[in-house]
C-alpha cells in the first residue's frame, strides 16, 4: 500500500501570537514551531496501515527551508521518505493556492498513492480546506474528521465526527482521509529513527520544478487586516459561601449580563 | 445574489443556516442584491418554506439520485450546476462538520478560494470584506477574495437571526441529472447521535471541565447542569480529554473546538494559552476555581475562588429556580 501523508509546520499551540499590523503578518521571531498536532494522527495512522498492509509512507510538506526539521521528526516516527515542496513565501491563508500546488505534487509523482492523509486542520490557518480541495482536484473521495478507519482491499470504512454524534462513510480507493484527536494515540520517535533520520538526505523540490507557473501560485485572499483581538478585561470576584455567591452568579447573569 | 446552503436534519433546518442566511440577507440589501436558499435532497418542503422567513427571496430544492446519500463529490456536483445556470455572486454556508467537508469541495469544483469560518462580514466599497479567527482566535484576518464566486462558510452562534416575518414565496424544484455512480464514496449510517444533544459549537451555554474536576465520574455534574438549561452543553480542557475523562468531542481549545456560546462556565480549568484561545469570544465567562491565581480569572467576567464541588450544587438550585420562573 503507497501511502503519501501531507505535513505542516505550525507554532506550538502553547505560544502568544504577537501580528505586525502593518506588514500583516505574524511576527515569527521567538516561536517555537513544531509539527501540526493533527498531522501526527494522520502520520500514525499510516504508518498502522503500513504494518498491517506492508507498502511505503511519503511525507510531503510545503514551506520554507526550516520544515526539513519537522520532515525528519516524521522520519524518526517512521516515515519511509519525506519530501520538501519548498515555498519561501509568507503563509497567505489561502487553502486553494496549498491545494493547487500538492494536487501537482502527487500528479507528478508516479506512481500516485492508495491513500492520501492530512490533518484534519492546521493549527494556525484554521482552514479545513485542504484536503478536500486536494481530493477534488485529484478527483478522488474524501473524508474528513475521521475518528476510525478500516481499509480492506480497495474499499475503506472510515467513522468522522459530526455536531453530537458520528456519520460511517464507505469509499473506494485511491481517497483523501483528514485525521481528528482520537482516530490513534501517535507513537514516539526513537532514538534510533532520531539518529537515522538525521543522515537522511531529503529531496526538496521548488514549485517551478512543479511546473507551477507565478500567476498558479497568487493568493486569492487580499489582505486588508491582521489584528489581535480586543483583550478581555477580568471581571469581579463573588465573595460569600458558595450558596451566596451561587445566588450571586445567577442574579448577575440574569440582571447584569442579560444571559440567561 | 448571494445563495445561502440550508442544511436541515430529519426535515427540520438547521439554526446554523438560518444564521447563515440572515447574514446574507443583511448584506445582500446593503449591496442591493436578493439572498436566496437552496436545499439538497427530499421530504425539504416545511424546511424550504422555513427559509422565506429568514430572508430568501426564493428557495430552490434539488433532488436526483446523486443526492440521495450525504457525499461531498455529489453534493458539491449538483451545486456546482445551480451555480453555473444561476451566477451567484456569493455562496454562503454554515461552518458545521457538513459545511466545513462541502464548502471546499465545491470551491475547488468552481476553482475559487474561501472564507473559511467568518465571525463577521461588511461592505466595503461595494465588496464584501470577511473577518475570521486565526490560531484559535489568537489573531483576526481581514480580507477581500479576489475570486468570483465568493465562497465563504459562517461560524455558527456569531450571526443574529434576521426576522422577516414572511410567510412563503417562490419555491423551485430541480432534479439534478448525475447518476449515484459520479461518487466513490457517501454516508452510509448515522451513529450514536442523542437526541437534542448538541455540539459545543452549536451550545448557548457550556458547562466545562478541567483538571479540577479530579476524574471522569464527576463530568455526572457538569451534564446534570447540563440537563438543567435548554440548549447547553458539556465542554472539557485538553488535560481532562488527555486524561482519558471525557470524549474528545468535548474539548474546547485550540486544538479542540472553539466556542462563541452566551455563557461559558469554567470548573476547574486553570487557562492555559491554548483553551484561552479556544473560548474567549464567549459573550460571558464564568471561573469556579481553588487558585485564586488561576490565569482563567484574567478573562472571566465572574470569578469564584472556591471549591466547585460545593459550588455546583447550589448553582444547580438556582439555575432551575430561575428557569422555573
Known sequence: MNIFVFVKRVPDTESKIKVDQAQKIIVEEGLNFILNPYDEYALEEALKLREAKGGKVTVICLGPEECLTVLRKCLAMGADEAVLLKDASPERYDGWRTARILAKAVQTKTPGADLYFFGKQSVGADNSQVPAMTAELLGLPQVNVVVKLQVEGNRGTAVREIEGGEEKVEFSLPAVVSAQKGLNEPRYETLKGIMAAKKVQIPVLLLEDLGLKPEDLDAGLEITALDTPPARKAGRMLAGTPEESARELVRLLRSEAKII | ?325
Request: with cysteine; aromatic share 6%.
Open chain 2, 1 to 325: 445574489m448571494i445563495l445561502v446552503y440550508i442544511e436541515s436534519r430529519k426535515g427540520a433546518v438547521k439554526k446554523s443556516s438560518l444564521e447563515a442566511l440572515s447574514e446574507a440577507r443583511r448584506r445582500a440589501d446593503e449591496l442591493q442584491t436578493e439572498a436566496q436558499a437552496v436545499l439538497a435532497g427530499e421530504g425539504l418542503d416545511a424546511a424550504a418554506a422555513a427559509c422565506f422567513g429568514y430572508g430568501a427571496s426564493k428557495v430552490t430544492i434539488l433532488d436526483g439520485p446523486v443526492l440521495e446519500a450525504y457525499s461531498a463529490q455529489g453534493y458539491a456536483l449538483a451545486l456546482e450546476s445551480l451555480v453555473r445556470e444561476t451566477k451567484p455572486e456569493a455562496i454562503f454556508f454554515s461552518a458545521t462538520s457538513l459545511g466545513k467537508d462541502l464548502a471546499p469541495r465545491l470551491a475547488a469544483r468552481l476553482s475559487v478560494s474561501l472564507a473559511s469560518e467568518c465571525i463577521r462580514l461588511a461592505v466595503k466599497e461595494g465588496r464584501l470584506e470577511y473577518t475570521r479567527p486565526i490560531f484559535a482566535g489568537k489573531a483576526l484576518l481581514t480580507f477581500k477574495l479576489k475570486s468570483r464566486p465568493e465562497l465563504a462558510s459562517l461560524r455558527p452562534n456569531i450571526f443574529p437571526l434576521f426576522v422577516a416575518g414572511k410567510a412563503g414565496g417562490e419555491v423551485v424544484k430541480k432534479t439534478v441529472p448525475l447518476g449515484a455512480d459520479q461518487v466513490q464514496g457517501k454516508v452510509v449510517e448515522i451513529l450514536g447521535e442523542k437526541a437534542g444533544a448538541l455540539d459545543v459549537t452549536e451550545a448557548e451555554v457550556i458547562f466545562s471541565g478541567g483538571r479540577g474536576m479530579k476524574g471522569p465520574e464527576n463530568f455526572r455534574l457538569l451534564q446534570e447542569l447540563s440537563e438543567v438549561v435548554p440548549r447547553s452543553a458539556v465542554g472539557a480542557s485538553r488535560s481532562a480529554v488527555d486524561s482519558g475523562w471525557i470524549d474528545h468531542q468535548h474539548q474546547v481549545g485550540q486544538t479542540g473546538k472553539t466556542v462563541s456560546p452566551n455563557v461559558y462556565f469554567a470548573f476547574g480549568i486553570s487557562g492555559a494559552i491554548q483553551h484561552l484561545a479556544g473560548m474567549s469570544s464567549s459573550k460571558v465567562i464564568v471561573a469556579v476555581n481553588k487558585d485564586p491565581e488561576a490565569p482563567i480569572f484574567k478573562v472571566a467576567d465572574y470569578g469564584l475562588a472556591g471549591d466547585l464541588f460545593q459550588v455546583i450544587p447550589p448553582l444547580k438550585e438556582e439555575l432551575k429556580k430561575l428557569l422555573a420562573e
